[in-house]
């Protein structure tokens, strides 16, 4: 398989953007836990929440996990988008670290509560990322995939794409994690609203921005080596 072959660049822009999305969904389900982690005998949810008391240090690692994992998953997402040499490896680890720790969440929430969502999704979304990018690394794949090339139009688009999409995952995070997240009649996945919006519209002009550059190399013209040679001469 070629680089610049076309399933070579739709491998990569996928990869970039499972990666967003998974890290994206992994500092959520972090922020998401914290209520429960930092005040689980709140009245509000005590009933479902306060078995967790027993192992509140345990949650509090989760939250903190979660977040620093999901900001390593981000950064290895610009990484990719760069070119750099180790940025592959490092989100295969980023993407292991996410798998381990939210298997044991998951255990330890159906130990103590009977339950587990919505770390679940989490977890599920980042083990298909990871069998994607280990898929990634069969040799006749590797050979177009390979993110350690360099950076180009393809990658900046990825990144525009991802940004957008988490974009506007933070924006409509109340309503998709209000099943998991009312009690007493308050969602409160809508706790956190303000800095949802700032971080869902920074992610969009970040998005907009990256895909501005993709388009900006449509134009870049390409210099032959009769013109290089003069631009030499003079």
């Known amino acids: 398989m070629s680089h610049n ?5 739709i491998l990569r822009f996928v990869g970039i953007v499972l990666l967003a999305l998974t890290a994206g969904f ?4 972090g922020v998401g836990t914290g209520c429960a982690a930092f005040d689980p005998l709140n009245p509000d949810w005590a ?4 078995a967790l008391a027993q192992a509140q240090w345990l949650y509090i690692f ?3 996990s979660g977040v620093a994992i999901g900001i390593a998953g981000i950064r290895s997402m610009v990484m990719l988008i760069k070119g750099s040499p180790k940025a592959y490896h490092d989100a295969l680890i980023v993407l ?3 798998v381990v720790i939210g298997v044991i969440h998951i255990i330890t ?6 339950k587990s969502m919505p770390v679940d999704m989490v977890v599920y979304v980042t083990a298909f990322t990871l069998v994607i990018f280990l898929l990634f690394r069969i040799p006749a794949i590797w050979q177009g995939v390979n993110f350690d090339k360099g950076a180009g139009k393809n990658e900046h688009m990825a990144g525009g794409a991802a940004a957008i999409l988490v974009g506007l995952m ?3 995070i109340q309503y998709t994690m209000a099943a998991t997240h009312t009690w007493s009649g308050v969602n409160f996945a809508n706790a956190f609203n303000l800095s949802m919006t700032l971080i869902g519209t920074g992610c969009l002009i970040l998005g907009g921005i990256l895909l501005f550059l993709a388009a900006r190399m449509n ?3 390409p210099v032959s080596a009769l013109e290089h040679s003069v631009l030499l001469a003079e």
């Open 62 to 64: 989760y939250v903190v």
């Open 219 to 221: 134009y870049a013209k």
């Open 170 to 172: 933070t924006f409509t």
């Open 5 to 9: 072959s076309v399933l070579a660049k």
């Open 26 to 29: 992994t500092i959520l389900g």
């Open 47 to 50: 009933d479902t929440m306060g």
């Open 109 to 114: 929430s159906r130990a103590l509560r009977g």
């Open 96 to 98: 292991v670290a996410g």
